[in-house]
């Protein structure tokens, strides 16, 4: 599944140094605004310890990690929904992502130019969502022309749908993002077609100085009240400090650098989990001699369709799922232990598939 998430935010906040950190492909870090001006993707492996007990049970020829897609997206200024700056592609590549993660400048350093001429994080906030919700207010009116007019020819569904066009166009009015605005699943539809920036999952991403990446600063705590309402996530990493731990190839080399910081785990890491939580999404695995393999499909998925992503026919001729879970196969040693034991379900077409599901499929082209 080739989900993305587009790193957001204003000039200067540490979109790139993060992206470089997360990924391989290398965007370029400048101390002015703009210096990404193509959207770079980088495909990152979701880190996930299952796999490594999979993988010293099997003792498979390969392991592979399920993947997420960060997108580094360019620098958003004041005015962009009216083409400021790059606004124009800025708002034209968020639209194609999933899930925003948008970091927030929160350090103070003189070398670092801010746009705004100083570190105010819920001023920064603002500015993005001003932006994006301006844009969605201008694909909300749109829509609403069109449908006035056969709401007044007297299609019923038409008025209902204006009914609800009018509810986003208020909240946005109003200074809401459109996933704060009331309305159930059905509703949604209303405005499924205009792809509402929005309407998107966002994760804020506080990037602190080293000084503050256990403890915070004055500037998160700013920005933890502002998006309390939202009952959105922040994550607290110092991308210059990932920027290093990303140079390490040894796994205690990196244990070590983190004690060093209090830290048992990278900012990366809890953001790239953080992230594929906010997508609901799950893993599944496959295991066997020739490759231990974790799979991504959404949160409630049933059994033909996480067999679909493997391949098309595997849905289509769906038969059977064989379902182990890891702590049987942690217990049982080998898939013929689980077996032997009784450990082993036969799940049918209406089979939930569960985070962690060791999986084997049967079926027929």
């Given at each position: 599944?080739?989900?993305?998430?587009?790193?957001?935010?204003?000039?200067?906040?540490?979109?790139?140094?993060?992206?470089?950190?997360?990924?391989?492909?290398?965007?370029?870090?400048?101390?002015?605004?703009?210096?990404?001006?193509?959207?770079?993707?980088?495909?990152?492996?979701?880190?996930?310890?299952?796999?490594?007990?999979?993988?010293?049970?099997?003792?498979?020829?390969?392991?592979?990690?399920?993947?997420?897609?960060?997108?580094?997206?360019?620098?958003?200024?004041?005015?962009?929904?009216?083409?400021?700056?790059?606004?124009?592609?800025?708002?034209?590549?968020?639209?194609?992502?999933?899930?925003?993660?948008?970091?927030?400048?929160?350090?103070?350093?003189?070398?670092?130019?801010?746009?705004?001429?100083?570190?105010?994080?819920?001023?920064?906030?603002?500015?993005?969502?001003?932006?994006?919700?301006?844009?969605?207010?201008?694909?909300?009116?749109?829509?609403?022309?069109?449908?006035?007019?056969?709401?007044?020819?007297?299609?019923?569904?038409?008025?209902?749908?204006?009914?609800?066009?009018?509810?986003?166009?208020?909240?946005?009015?109003?200074?809401?993002?459109?996933?704060?605005?009331?309305?159930?699943?059905?509703?949604?539809?209303?405005v499924r077609d205009l792809h509402l920036l929005t309407i998107k999952p966002v994760l804020y991403v506080a990037n602190v100085d080293e000084a503050s990446i256990t403890t915070g600063n004055k500037f998160v705590d700013?920005?933890?009240?502002?998006?309390?309402?939202?009952?959105?996530?922040?994550?607290?990493?110092?991308?210059?400090?990932?920027?290093?731990?990303?140079?390490?190839?040894?796994?205690?080399?990196?244990?070590?650098?983190?004690?060093?910081?209090?830290?048992?785990?990278?900012?990366?890491n809890r953001l790239i989990a953080a992230a594929y939580t906010l997508l609901d999404l799950i893993t599944y695995f496959t295991a066997g001699v020739q490759e231990v393999r974790a799979w991504t499909i959404k949160r409630?998925?049933?059994?033909?369709?996480?067999?679909?992503?493997?391949?098309?026919?595997?849905?289509r001729g769906f038969i059977k799922a064989e379902v182990i879970k890891l702590a049987d196969y942690t217990q049982f040693k080998t898939e013929a232990g689980c077996r032997e034991n009784g450990k082993i379900a036969i799940?049918?077409?209406?089979?939930?598939?569960?985070?962690?599901?060791?999986?084997?499929?049967?079926?027929?082209?």
């Open positions: 599944m080739a989900l993305q998430c587009g790193i957001v935010g204003l000039p200067n906040v540490g979109k790139s140094t993060l992206f470089n950190a997360l990924s391989s492909a290398k965007a370029e870090a400048a101390n002015f605004p703009f210096c990404t001006i193509e959207p770079n993707v980088g495909v990152v492996s979701v880190p996930d310890k299952r796999l490594q007990v999979l993988e010293g049970l099997v003792n498979p020829q390969r392991v592979v990690p399920t993947i997420i897609e960060f997108v580094d997206i360019a620098g958003l200024v004041k005015g962009a929904s009216k083409g400021e700056g790059l606004g124009n592609k800025f708002l034209a590549n968020i639209r194609e992502v999933n899930a925003i993660i948008h970091v927030i400048r929160c350090f103070e350093d003189d070398n670092i130019v801010h746009v705004a001429g100083g570190v105010d994080p819920v001023f920064d906030k603002e500015v993005i969502d001003t932006e994006l919700q301006l844009k969605d207010l201008e694909s909300v009116e749109k829509k609403i022309q069109k449908t006035e007019k056969v709401a007044k020819a007297g299609d019923a569904k038409a008025r209902v749908e204006l009914e609800i066009l009018n509810r986003f166009k208020t909240g946005l009015t109003s200074g809401l993002n459109a996933r704060a605005i009331e309305v159930d699943k059905e509703e949604l539809e209303a700013q920005l933890k009240a502002k998006v309390k309402e939202e009952n959105a996530e922040v994550i607290l990493l110092c991308a210059a400090l990932e920027s290093q731990i990303a140079e390490f190839e040894d796994a205690d080399e990196i244990a070590m650098f983190l004690s060093e910081y209090g830290l048992e785990e990278s900012g990366m409630g998925w049933k059994a033909p369709q996480a067999a679909g992503v493997i391949h098309t026919d595997f849905e799940e049918g077409k209406e089979y939930v598939v569960q985070d962690g599901d060791i999986m084997h499929f049967r079926f027929n082209v």
